[in-house]
C-alpha cells in the first residue's frame, strides 16, 4: 500500500511565478489535509479537503492560494505570483472515510523561491 | 481551541540513556494526542497516538507516552536512546468534527551523543 505521495519533491520558482503542488492520498483516503512548516518552525494548518470540497481553509492566506481536491486526480495546492516569503516546506496528509483521526503524512514539497 | 506547548527546544542524551520530552496540551475536550517524528529532510511520521482508551501509549521504535489529565501532559520517553533516534519530535494536538486539523508544538530537535 503506497503512502502519500507528493511531487514534486523539491520546486524552485522566481519571484511572480506560479508554484504547483500535488498530493496523491492513500488509496482509500478521502480527507487531504495540507500543512506549511516555515523553516525552524513546526507545521501550521492551511486547509482541510475531501473529494471536491473545501471543509476548513481557515489556516489559509485569502490571497494568492488556493486549493482543490477534484473526483479524480489529486490534490493541487496552488500558490500564483509567489514570494520569498512563500519559500517552506509543504506537507500533505491524508485520512480515511472513517472519520479515524490519524492523519499520514507526505514527504512534502520544499519551495524555493528566488 | 487547542494548543501544544513544548518545554524544551532542543535534547541531548548519550547513547543508551533514557529519554525525555515533554509536552503539555490545552483543550477544551477531551483531546486526541499525537507524537511524530521527523528525521532530516524527511516527511512526518506516526511515533504514537493517544485516543482516550489506556493512558499509557506504546508507539514504534521503543517509544511511549503517558496521557495525565491532571497535569495536562504527554510526555515522550524511551528507555534507551540509539544514535537512530535523532531526529526533531512534534507533540500534535487533533481538533473535533469539522475543524479536524492538528495543531503542532514547536518541536524538540534530539541530538544522541556517541
Known amino acids: 500500500n503506497a503512502g502519500v505521495m507528493q511531487n514534486p519533491r523539491h520546486l524552485v520558482r522566481r519571484r511572480g511565478q506560479e508554484a504547483r503542488l500535488r498530493c496523491s492520498p492513500m488509496k482509500g483516503h478521502s480527507h487531504v489535509y495540507w500543512y506549511r512548516q516555515l523553516p525552524e518552525e513546526g507545521l501550521k494548518f492551511m486547509v482541510y479537503l475531501q473529494k471536491e470540497n473545501i471543509i476548513d481553509e481557515s489556516g489559509m492566506p485569502k490571497e494568492r492560494f488556493s486549493a482543490e481536491f477534484p473526483k479524480e486526480g489529486p490534490s493541487i495546492l496552488r500558490i500564483q505570483q509567489v514570494v520569498r516569503g512563500d519559500s517552506a516546506a509543504y506537507f500533505c496528509?491524508?485520512?480515511?472515510?472513517?472519520?479515524?483521526?490519524?492523519?499520514?503524512f507526505g514527504p512534502g514539497t520544499r519551495l524555493l523561491v528566488l | 481551541a487547542q494548543s501544544v506547548t513544548q518545554l524544551d527546544s532542543h535534547v541531548s542524551v548519550s547513547e543508551g540513556t533514557p529519554v525525555l520530552l515533554r509536552c503539555n496540551y490545552s483543550?477544551?475536550?477531551?483531546?486526541?494526542l499525537f507524537w511524530y517524528v521527523q528525521h532530516p529532510n524527511k516527511g512526518l511520521q506516526l511515533l504514537l497516538k493517544y485516543t482516550s482508551a489506556a493512558t499509557l501509549v506504546k508507539g514504534i521504535n521503543g517509544f511511549e507516552a503517558e496521557f495525565k489529565k491532571s497535569e495536562t501532559s504527554f510526555h515522550l520517553t524511551k528507555p534507551s536512546a540509539h544514535m537512530s533516534d535523532a531526529a526533531e519530535y512534534f507533540c500534535?494536538?487533533?481538533?473535533?468534527?469539522?475543524?479536524?486539523?492538528?495543531?503542532f508544538g514547536s518541536g524538540t530537535q534530539l541530538t544522541v551523543l556517541p
Open positions: 496528509a491524508s485520512s480515511p472515510k472513517s472519520l479515524q483521526e490519524t492523519q499520514y
Open positions: 500534535v494536538v487533533s481538533g473535533s468534527g469539522s475543524a479536524r486539523q492538528l495543531t
Open positions: 483543550s477544551s475536550y477531551s483531546p486526541s
